[in-house]
């Protein structure tokens, strides 16, 4: 009887400690694992954005190729970093998740950084120096080593698609699964601040002192630092893996717009005329859209519903998702569709960023020094246009908004389209003084008799602070508001495409630019003379091409202009509403 009542009075006893342990699991996510997730995406950007302002250096020095074939190289390889987190995505949310994508990124982005050390560091790996009494001798790349070194660069292209694509959505997931709704909003905003804080830090940092290491230290530590930080990165991420929340794959929007388009061909020949709005079309379930817009209205046709089709009795939703959509659905399209237009005026606005190819070798041959004893490396310059981008950001929403506001006594705002149209006027300027500096600096070589190509011309490489200035405003106004102007005329459903339709824009920038390289050498290569874009920068016209650059540019406001008035007024627009909200959160949020 005592050893019946001793274990009765046990069992509760095992119970009470049990049942918690079974109902209070580990929590996964939250604000725990962000400093994670924010240090892999800062450490990769370090180590990426460090190895490209010198690279065209290594390229040409190294390896001996011709300037406009390095040039090309990278705009290639520039192109695929930027577009291949776009296949990133899609992958991610409709196949492996973002966990995965991440850590696959991470890995492959350390093999590529790995590889492209190993040519520093072995002989083999590179074309044997040159003799420097006969250049003659010089030999050029073989096939075996252009193929060791554009390896590297894809991989670290792939690498930096699967980061790149996942870690802010991966971030955000981590807060919305540990804190709760209340909560969320405010984090999420102080996420998004601190993870763009990061990358801007990371491009500065990669942008001074990893390229002044290049500079003092050579190829070998220059590029092994890249290493060490890409592996503290795979580190820190795959460190917190037991705290991730890993949300499940769900139906990836490709598959949502192709639906779309196929239903609407299955359901051409019905005539949209005939149809009753309020009884014909499906709408999804708590849908705050009733009715398609008269925009694109051959897609309307998508989400009629026809006698033959059935609807679930439960939930509401089509049988056969690929004959019958949501209204929803439909908007979702044609709301990408119709921003299309306006978002390629931004691709001649990123050709005109991404020069610093060639603008690296024009500071290279003029004078740098600050002090006797310091001078600022050539690769280091892209530095002005990321200070000038965030300096115009803190004066235009601290002060001019506020300045303006004040005077005139009622809210002022520039719409979204204002501002990006302005970024675009501004980067005419910029070019256009790139082109002026270049003259003198070739005029000045001429008369100091530098027609070889080699030597230091006795002229200020701060001249050029004129482009970096104007070009750092224009991406303040045209880049931010791109952004914006996604964010708020794409629906909610489709964040995620906003917030990479500017990395597209990049990519196609950078193919744009390779054409455009390669035209104008081939229009200006002639016998006995050489090209605008030559090897020899005292010799060429690079002042011609970054002419060029300025009409594009031109002709690219131009069709912005008819663009945007046919684009008619953005939404909840009475003056700008979309806009001025962002506008309100962003005043709000500085002070």
Avoid at 111 to 118: C, F, S, Y
Avoid at 295 to 313: M, P, S, W
């Amino acid at each position: 009887m005592s050893q019946m009542g001793h274990r009765s009075s046990d069992q509760p006893a095992k119970k009470t400690i049990r049942e918690p342990l079974l109902e209070t699991p580990t929590p996964k996510g939250g604000l725990r694992t962000i400093p994670f997730i924010i240090a892999n995406e800062a450490f990769e950007n370090v180590a990426s954005y460090g190895l490209l302002p010198n690279m065209v250096v290594y390229l040409t020095q190294e390896y001996r190729l011709e300037n406009v074939v390095a040039a090309n190289v990278l705009f290639l390889w520039s192109a695929a970093t930027n577009f291949l987190p776009i296949v990133g995505a899609v992958l991610a949310d409709s196949y492996f998740g973002r966990y995965p994508m991440i850590g696959f990124g991470s890995i492959v982005s350390l093999l590529g950084m790995i590889l492209l050390w190993l040519t520093t560091v072995l002989p083999q790996a590179r074309p044997p120096s040159c003799d420097e009494f006969n250049k003659d001798t010089c030999g050029s790349a073989t096939t075996a080593q252009l193929l060791l070194l554009y390896s590297s660069f894809g991989l670290m292209s792939i690498g930096a698609g699967g980061i790149r694509s996942s870690a802010l959505a991966f971030g955000a997931d981590q807060l919305e699964a540990g804190a709760s709704s209340k909560t969320s909003g405010n984090l999420l905003q102080k996420f998004f601040s601190w993870y763009y804080a990061s990358v801007m830090t990371a491009v500065m940092v990669a942008m001074t002192c990893i390229v002044y290491i290049q500079d003092i230290a050579g190829w070998k530590i220059g590029f092994g630092v890249p290493v060490v930080l890409m592996f503290i990165s795979t580190f820190s991420f795959f460190l917190a893996s037991p705290f991730y929340f890993k949300l499940k794959v769900e139906s990836s929007l490709l598959t949502r717009f192709f639906q779309v388009v196929v239903a609407a061909f299955k359901n051409r020949s019905i005539k949209l005329s005939s149809l009753r709005p309020d009884e014909s079309y499906h709408i999804g379930k708590g849908s705050m859209l009733q009715v398609p817009s008269e925009k694109l209205r051959f897609l309307n046709k998508a989400c009629i519903i026809r006698e033959t089709d059935q609807l679930h009795l439960t939930d509401g939703k089509a049988l056969d998702p690929w004959s019958l959509c949501t209204v929803d659905q439909v908007e979702e399209l044609k709301s990408l569709i119709n921003i299309i237009p306006l978002w390629s005026t931004g691709i001649m606005m990123a050709v005109a960023c991404n020069q610093n190819s060639f603008i690296v070798l024009l500071v290279a041959s003029m004078e740098r020094h600050i002090t006797p004893n310091f001078e600022i490396p050539a690769g280091s310059f892209t530095i002005f246009m990321v200070v000038s981008l965030l300096a115009f950001v803190a004066f235009y929403n601290c002060v001019f908004l506020r300045l303006a506001s004040a005077i005139i006594g009622k809210p002022v705002y520039l719409s979204l389209k204002q501002r990006m149209g302005s970024g675009l006027a501004l980067s005419i300027f910029a070019t256009s003084a790139l082109a002026a500096v270049e003259s003198v600096r070739r005029k000045v070589a001429t008369e100091e008799g530098l027609l070889d190509g080699t030597g230091v011309v006795k002229m200020s490489a701060m001249w050029l602070l004129l482009y970096y200035v104007l070009i750092g405003f224009a991406e303040g106004f045209n880049a931010i508001g791109q952004n914006q102007f996604y964010y708020s005329e794409l629906p909610k459903t489709m964040s995620s495409v906003a917030a990479t339709l500017f990395g597209v824009s990049m990519a196609v920038a950078n193919l744009v630019a390779s054409l455009i390289i390669s035209i104008v050498q081939l229009a200006t290569e002639r016998e006995g003379m050489e090209s605008w874009v030559g090897n020899n920068i005292n010799k060429g016209h690079y002042d011609y091409y970054f002419g060029v650059i300025t009409c594009f540019s031109a002709l690219n406001f131009v069709y912005f202009i008819a663009c945007s008035k046919a684009y008619g007024p953005c939404k909840n627009e009475g003056g700008d509403g979309a806009s001025s909200r962002v506008l309100e959160e962003e005043t709000g949020a500085s002070s």
